[in-house]
């Protein structure tokens, strides 16, 4: 059996969108390296918003920190809601309602640590629900720290998109997240699938391996959301690529961006916002003589939800 706990910490049906970010780098805190930030933007008035944490630390070391909110102290005391122990360390998983301290704009979230040993902040993320009456949004939200042992697996439902951040321990091991795979030594990931129905992970290890495979979050989503389309043009003509845009959309957008890419890395990036339903936006961008594989892409937004568009423009 999984050791330790992931557990439902929000769900039902919200009339508006749910962003989801992350950090997943692992973070060392020591004795001189005592701090960390976190930054997010709130681009609107937000019904909800959370941030969740998980560290990894020594046995009996009890984290001496305080956290802040921009300039506000969420505590000055070490109090997880989940803690598992590992055998060789103890991970503990923090989850904080911060609605009602948070901005419209850059929020900063900082850890300030004050102990001797070393802990390991494995990853750091926020979730806002933004209000949009043209939108129902149907959720679960897992957190916490559950442990697999070599071939132990977990199944959990999928609304049509969810998300996972998973950790695996070592080079010689990998989680498996349906198709998707976290391998690396001690790599935390965070995947996206989009699927509806059962998602199984499932801890790939000798049967002597003495780490676990781990599982921090699980967030299940699926929208209802009026049609997002835009319409992308783009030729080449007298050293520019002419681009233009149309917001086919049956709603207004709070952004559209647009990034174009030669062989694959970007040359130029744009960002409009607050595009009525049926706006048109034209530009041009010089290419002079680059030689290459020409491609669009363009990304409409609403309320932190992203819908994608790709197109090609030219071989040269």
């Known amino acids: ?27 060392k805190l020591t004795s001189r390296e005592r701090e960390m930030e976190y930054t997010f933007d709130i681009e609107r008035n937000a019904e909800k918003v959370y941030v969740i944490l998980n560290i990894e630390r020594k046995k ?41 301290i948070v901005k419209q704009g850059k929020n900063v979230f900082s850890i300030v640590y004050k102990g001797l040993d070393s802990i390991t902040v494995d990853s750091v993320g926020h979730i806002i629900f933004y209000p949009v009456k043209e939108f129902e949004t149907r959720y679960q939200l897992y957190a916490g720290s559950l442990l697999l042992k070599p071939k132990e697996s977990v199944e959990f439902t999928c609304y049509g998109e969810c998300y996972i951040i998973a950790k695996n321990p070592s080079k010689d091991t990998k989680v498996n997240i349906g198709a998707s795979e976290v391998t690396g030594d001690n ?42 389309d835009i319409k992308a043009e783009a030729i080449v003509k007298d050293g ?70 790709d197109i090609n423009i030219l071989n040269r």
């Open 240 to 309: 520019y690529v002419e681009i233009k845009l149309i917001n086919n959309s049956e709603i207004d957008l709070d952004k559209v961006l647009a990034n174009l890419f030669l062989n694959s890395i970007s040359i130029n990036f744009k960002s409009f916002n607050n595009i009525n339903k049926g706006q048109i936006i034209e530009y041009k961008i010089p290419v002079n003589n680059s030689k290459g594989n020409l491609s669009l892409r363009v990304v409409g937004i609403k309320a932190g939800y992203r819908k994608i568009f």
């Open 1 to 27: 059996m999984p050791i330790g706990s992931i557990a439902v910490f929000d769900e039902g049906v919200f009339n508006g969108s749910i962003e989801y970010d992350a950090l997943v780098e692992g973070v």
């Open 187 to 228: 790599e935390v990931a965070d995947i996206k699938i989009e699927k509806e129905g059962n998602v199984s992970i499932i801890f790939s290890a000798p049967d002597n391996f003495k780490n676990y495979g781990r599982i921090y979050s699980f967030y299940s989503l699926k929208y209802k959301v009026p049609t997002i």
């Open 60 to 100: 009996f070391l009890e984290p001496k920190w305080r956290l802040w909110l921009n300039e506000f102290s969420l505590t000055k005391e070490f109090r997880p809601n989940i803690e598992v122990d590992s055998g060789n360390t103890i991970i503990s998983s923090i989850i904080y309602d911060i609605t009602p």
